[in-house]
């Protein structure tokens, strides 16, 4: 099946709609509603994960993104160290991981040689090293202490889609986990963070059959012929902003830059134009504020804002050209 369209114009477009269902099958059996989750394959039984000091996360491209995204969560809900790093810098550098410490190396293919370099690297210092990835028996899976899989099914798309989303999942997961062996999250709080992630799933799958997504295509038609994008967040946005840059260059050829919004006043300013299109993380959040007064900025210069917004917050489309609700 994996290996057909199944009507969709790429594979890179059905595997978008697939990732509800990746969503889902990377948290089956393992989340449950008391918030206690199910990890056995990361051959850390519970005593040993909560005795962890530091976490480092070594990875490529995507798989790097999904790291970026998961310090946040680990560190927000369990208050355990993260420092996330490119693989292919890593393994050149000097490791400081060592007993007690967990390296996770994210690869979606199992196989890339720079992670596979720095995940050696990290447990021939003694760290615990686990892989986080989406194929069985892959080089990662061999070389690693534990595992933690991914359930994408196969991604034939050469733009990383599903299996990002499913590498966040398996990250958000780990972060639960932590943050309740560390007493850093009361019981109340790992149940209501357990439900809005087993809440993803629909909230995906309803987002994708719903008009909003058919905006996100006029949005894309209108700016198709610009020349060049600048991608602005703060927070948790700013990894999603490195991630969508990303996206844009691969899938389009246009040269995208991205950067943390606070950034952008010491040097990026210069690269806007009138009419630049500037696409901003302006999600729901305690730094919301922070990101509309750099949105006033890049106004100032003439550039044009297109914001990624929550549903709901009309305060938005007065700052915003367009809006990806
Ligand atoms: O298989 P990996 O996750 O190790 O691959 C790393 C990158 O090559 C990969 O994430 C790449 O950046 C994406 N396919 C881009 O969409």
């Known amino acids: 099946d994996a290996a057909e369209k199944a009507g969709f ?18 948290m089956a059996d393992r989340l449950h509603e008391d918030g206690s989750v199910d990890m056995a394959e990361l051959a850390l039984d519970d005593a040993a994960l909560a005795r962890i000091g530091k976490i480092q996360i070594v990875a490529c491209g995507t798989s790097y993104h999904a790291g970026l995204v998961g310090r946040h969560l680990i560190e927000e809900w369990s208050g355990v160290p993260v420092h996330v790093e490119v693989a292919s810098e890593y393994r050149y550098r000097t490791c400081l991981a060592g007993p007690g410490d967990l390296v ?18 990290a447990r021939q210092r003694g760290a615990h090293v686990v892989a986080l990835t989406n194929i069985m028996g892959s080089q990662a899976t061999r070389d690693a202490d534990g595992v933690m899989y991914t359930r994408a099914g196969l991604e034939i798309g050469v733009a990383a ?4 989303v499913a590498q966040v999942v398996a990250l958000a997961l780990l972060s639960l986990k932590l943050g309740r ?19 993803l799933p629909g ?18 038609r209108s700016y198709s ?8 967040g703060r927070h948790v946005g700013v990894p999603v902003c490195f991630e969508g840059a990303l996206k844009l260059k691969e899938i389009s050829y246009i040269p995208t830059e991205a950067y943390p919004a606070g950034e952008m006043k010491h040097g990026p300013i210069a690269l806007l134009d009138e009419g ?10 305690h730094v919301f504020d922070k990101v ?3 949105i006033q900025e890049v106004k100032a210069r003439g550039a044009q804002v297109i914001a990624v917004a929550t549903e709901g917050n009309s305060e938005i489309e007065e700052h915003a050209d367009a809006v990806l609700w």
């Open 9 to 26: 114009e790429t594979f890179m477009l059905k595997e978008i709609h697939e990732q509800p269902t990746a969503i889902h099958d990377t």
């Open 104 to 121: 996770i190396g994210i690869t979606q293919s199992g196989e890339t040689a720079d992670t596979l370099a720095a995940m050696r690297v």
């Open 161 to 164: 889609t599903k299996t990002h």
């Open 181 to 199: 062996l560390k007493w850093h999250l009361t019981p109340e709080g790992a149940r209501e963070l357990a439900s809005e992630i087993a809440a």
């Open 203 to 220: 909230i995906v799958s309803t987002y994708l059959d719903s008009d909003a997504a058919n905006d996100v295509a006029d949005v894309a």
């Open 225 to 232: 012929r610009r020349p060049f994008f600048l991608y602005l």
């Open 276 to 285: 630049s299109p500037v696409v901003c993380v302006a999600t729901d959040s």
């Open 292 to 294: 509309v007064s750099n």
